[in-house]
C-alpha cells in the first residue's frame, strides 16, 4: 500500500470498551500479553497444563531446523482423552458436549460419557477394518455427530485423519485421497441440506472405484436414501460400530505425531495437503478457546457454524471446545432452511451464550432484513466471533446491533488452515475494538506487518503479513512435500512466516487485514486493497454485498471492477450505479473508484464462504472461467456472465 492512498482509506473512529461485567471476571486479562513478552516459550508451556499429558514434556519448542518445528516433543498424550474421558474422570459425564440440531428438525443431546462410548466403539469398529496407528483415513461426512467420533476416533487411534467437505466432488476427493494415500473413508449415504436430503455416496463409490488402495468405506446412515453396495468394500457404520465394547484404551502418542490432515482448497496448483500434529496443536487450541471466546465450560453454551470440512470446524468445534469440555450445538444444514430466522430460533432453543460465524454468513443475513433475527431472544450471547474474511465494519456494526443488542462484544479472529488455531484478535474483556480489525496478536504469537524488503513498517503503513515467531499450532510441513511448505511459506521473507495476506497498522499500531496479496490491485500506480473498496460499497444502504477485482487496463494497469448485490427493495436504476462511483470515491478518494459497477444476484464462494475472485477476474477480464471445483454453486457464473453485456 502507498502511503498516500492509505492515509484515505477506511478513516474508521468508533470504539467499543469491553463489557465491564464481562471484563470483571474474563479468564485472560492484560497481564498475559506482558508475561507471554518477557518468556513465550514459558507461557507456551503453561499453556500446555492444560491438558493431560500421560508423559509431561520437558523442551518446549526444538528449533534447531527452522522451519521445522518441533513443540512439546518428549511429551506423549491422547487426544481423545483429551477432548472426552478426562472430562467423565472429572465428573462431568453428565454434561452436554453437543447438542445436535439436524436439519429437518430432528435433535440429540450428547453428554461426555455418551461421547466417550461412542468414542471407543468407533475406534474398536476402525481397529477391526484394519486400520493401524499412523494410517489415514479419508472423512466425507455431512454435520452430524458421527463426524465428530469419527474423527475423535481416528485421533485416538493416532491414524491421521484427512476431512474432505461434504460440498466437493468426487474428483476433488479422489485426489485427496491419492495424496494422503488413505486406505478407508469414513462417510454417510448423504446430509440434509436446503430441505432434501443430499448424496454423498456416490462421490465416495466413484473416488474409490478409481482408486486401487481404498480397502473399506465405513457409512453412517443419516437420510436412508438408496446407495450402491459393494459388499467387499462398504459396511454399515450401525452394523459395526453397535456390536463393539464401548471401553478402549488411549495409546499416549508422542506430541508431533500427525494428528490430521487438511487440504486447502488453493487457487492453483495441486492442493496443499496441510499437516497439523498433536499436542502443539491441542495446546494452541484449547489456549485460544479458552482465551478469545472466554469460555466458561460449566455455564457457556457454545456455537461455531462452520463445517467441519474446514479448519475452523476442526479447531473449533472439534478439538478446542471439547478439549475445555464445552456444551456446544452442531446443527447440519444451511441458516435459510426452513426459514430465515433459523440460525436465530436455535440460539433461543440452546440458550447460546458464544457464537462464530463467517462474514458472508452476516452480509447474508443483513440482506434478509433486520426485522428476522428480532423475532427471536438473543439475549443468552455474550461473546460474537467472525472469522473466514476481512469482516467489513459496516457487517461488523450490523453484527453488534442486530445480534449483540449493540452490547456485545464482538471478536474478529485472523488465522488460516497453517496456523491451526486463532492468532490476531481482540480479546473480549480486554481489547476496546474497532470495527473491521483483527487488532492484536494473540498472547505468545509475534505477528507484524512488513514492507516489500522485510522491513517492519511504522504505524499508519501497510504492507505484507508475517509471523516472525514460530507458535505450537503452526502446520509441520506440507503432507509429502517439505519443499513446497519451505518455497510457499518460509521462502519471500527470509526467516519470517509469509501469510499471504495483506495488512496494515493502523496509529495505534493495530493489525487491519486487507485481503490476499493476489487481490490487491495496481491502479496507476497505488496499490488499493479489494477488502476496503469492498467495504466503502457495503457501507452504502443500498449494497448488500460487494466483491471488487483488477482487471487488466491499458491505461491504468488495473481498473477497478466491482460486482455487488443490492439489498432487498433497492432497484438497479441508471443512477445507481453512478450514485456507488462517486459513494465509493467520497470514501476512499477518487482512486479508489470502480470503473465498472455491475449489480449481480449472487457472488461466486468457496464452500467456506470467500468469495472467488479470481473467477470475477476472468469475467472482468474476459477469459474463460478457472477451475471452479470449490465453488459452491457453479450455476452462479452463468448467471455473472448472462449479465455481462449490459452491464458493459
Ligand atoms: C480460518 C480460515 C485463511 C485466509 C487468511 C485470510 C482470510 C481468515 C480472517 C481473514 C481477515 C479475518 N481470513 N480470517 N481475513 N480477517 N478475521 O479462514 O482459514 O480457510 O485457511 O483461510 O482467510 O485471507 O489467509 P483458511
Known sequence: ??????????????????????????????????????????FWAEQARRLSWAVEPTETLDWSTPPFAKWFKDGKLNVAYNCVDRHVEAGNGDRVAIHFEGEPGDSRSITYAELQREVAQAANALVELGVEKGDRVAVYMPMIPETVVAMLACARLGAPHSVVFGGFSADALATRIADADARVVITSDGGYRRGKPSALKPAVDEAADRSDQV????????????????????????????????????????????????????????????????????????????????????????????????????????????????????????????HQGRWWETIAKYGVTIFYTAPTAI??????????????????????????????????????????????????TWWQTETGAIMISPLPGVTETKPGSAQVPLPGIAATVVDDDANEVPNGSGGYLVLTEPWPSMLRTIWGDDERYKDTYWSRFEGKYF??????????????????????????GHNISTTEVESALVSHPKVAEAAVVGATDPQTT????????????????????????????????????????????????????????????????NRTLGDVTTLTDSAVMDLIQAKLPAAG
Not at 15 to 40: E, K
Not at 366 to 383: E, N, T
Not at 500 to 515: C, N, R, T
Request: hydrophobic share 40%.
Open 363 to 412: 452480509r447474508a443475513c443483513m440482506k434478509w432484513g433486520d426485522d428476522i433475527p428480532a423475532k427471536f431472544d438473543l439475549s443468552s450471547l455474550r461473546v460474537l466471533g467472525s472469522v473466514g474474511e476481512p469482516i467489513n465494519p459496516e457487517a461488523w456494526m450490523w453484527y453488534r446491533k442486530h445480534i449483540g443488542a449493540d452490547a456485545v462484544p464482538i471478536v474478529d
Open 558 to 621: 488495473q481498473a477497478i471492477v466491482a460486482f455487488v448485490i443490492l439489498r432487498g427493495g433497492a432497484s438497479e436504476d441508471d443512477g445507481l450505479v453512478e450514485e456507488l462511483r462517486a459513494h465509493v470515491a467520497k470514501a476512499l478518494g477518487p482512486i479508489a473508484k470502480p470503473k465498472r459497477i455491475m449489480p449481480v444476484a449472487e457472488l461466486p464462494k468457496t464452500r467456506s464462504g470467500k468469495i472467488m475472485r479470481r473467477l470475477l477476474r476472468d469475467v472482468a477480464e
Open 215 to 338: 480397502r473399506k468405506v465405513l457409512v453412517v446412515r443419516r437420510t436412508g436414501q438408496e446407495v450402491a453396495w459393494n459388499d467387499e468394500r462398504d459396511v454399515w457404520w450401525h452394523d459395526i460400530v453397535g456390536r463393539q465394547a464401548d471401553t478402549h484404551t488411549p495409546e499416549a502418542h508422542d506430541a508431533e505425531h500427525p494428528l490430521f490432515i487438511l487440504y486447502t482448497s488453493g487457487t492453483t496448483g495441486k492442493p496443499k495437503g496441510i499437516l497439523h500434529t498433536t499436542g502443539g496443536y491441542l495446546t494452541q487450541v484449547a489456549y485460544t478457546h479458552h482465551a478469545v471466546f472466554d469460555l466458561k465450560p460449566e455455564t457457556d453454551v457454545f456455537w461455531c457454524t462452520a463445517d467441519v470440512g474446514w479448519v475452523t470446524g476442526h479447531s473449533y468445534i472439534v478439538y478446542g471446545p471439547l478439549a475445555n469440555g464445552a456444551t456446544q450445538v452442531l446443527y447440519e444444514g444451511t441458516p435459510d432452511t426452513p
Open 499 to 524: 501469510a499471504g495476506d495483506g495488512a496494515k497498522k493502523d496509529e495505534d499500531g493495530d493489525i487491519w487485514l486487507l485481503g490476499r496479496v493476489d487481490d490487491v490491485m495496481l491502479v496507476s
Open 1 to 42: 500500500m502507498s502511503n498516500e492512498s492509505l492515509a484515505n482509506l477506511l478513516k474508521e473512529e468508533r470504539r467499543f470498551a469491553p463489557p465491564a461485567d464481562l471484563a470483571a471476571a474474563a479468564n485472560v486479562t492484560a497481564d498475559a500479553y506482558a508475561q507471554a513478552a518477557s518468556d513465550r516459550l514459558g
